[in-house]
């Protein structure tokens, strides 16, 4: 009996009342409730970093592309303020048309990559046109970030690359996540491109850059 009575009482102290399935749910939801914000805000930052950087990264290759083919080379803008922004860099003429999806149509955002035939195209599909690499990049990825461009000394949207002089017009593009937080990348007259924090940020620090 004894024995009996024992096995019932471990069962017993084993299982989970409905108080404490109560308690631990209304714990739960306090916490996730705190956490939330948090990751959301890391979200916004990630994605402001991200499109900030590939844009960087984008204007790097630009002039690496101007470099080491010996030609002009320039990276275009079309954008507004807002969440809806698309951009594309060439090689190949004097201006490209960022409406244009297709690398083998007329007026592409493309750059010319042998791709190992023996035979490269000039850049406008007469020779082989598979060696056409289309490089145009829109907002799509990078949800809720606005772009802005501003001060470019071409006078228009997009910054060329000189490669006789190893000089590029200058510009600053605004990069500002959809919590307000911005991050700067600006292009000097020797065509180098740094990402800084504007004074005016509501960020104090983010991924380790400086202020401008």
């Known amino acids: ?24 749910t209304l714990i739960l939801g306090i916490i996730i409730s705190v956490a939330m914000p948090s990751f959301s805000g890391m979200g916004d930052t990630q994605r402001l970093i991200g499109a900030t950087e590939q844009i960087y990264n984008h204007i790097q290759q630009t002039r690496s592309e101007s470099v080491s083919k ?20 060439s ?6 048309s960022l409406t244009v999806t297709v690398p083998t149509t007329a007026n592409a ?20 046109n598979e060696d ?32 006789v002089r190893g000089t590029s017009t200058s ?21 180098r491109p740094t990402i800084c924090i504007p004074s005016t940020s509501t960020a104090t620090a983010i991924g380790g850059y400086t202020e401008c």
């Open 1 to 24: 009996m004894n024995n009996h009575n024992r096995i019932n009482s471990v069962h017993y102290h084993a299982g989970v009342t409905l108080l404490e399935l109560m308690i631990s």
């Open 70 to 89: 010996n030609s002009a080379a320039y990276i275009k803008f079309e954008v507004d303020g807002t969440a809806s922004w698309e951009y594309g860099f």
């Open 91 to 96: 090689t190949v003429s004097g201006t490209c």
């Open 109 to 128: 955002c493309v750059i010319v990559v042998d791709d190992g035939d023996g035979l490269v195209d000039p850049g406008d599909g007469s020779v082989d």
């Open 132 to 163: 056409l690499v289309l490089m145009r990049f829109i907002d799509t990825e990078w949800r809720d970030v606005k772009l802005n461009i501003n001060s470019f000394s071409s006078g228009n949207t997009q910054i060329d690359f000189n490669p």
């Open 171 to 191: 510009g600053q593009i605004n990069v500002e996540s959809g919590n307000g937080k911005q991050l700067n990348i600006n292009v000097s007259l020797l065509g």
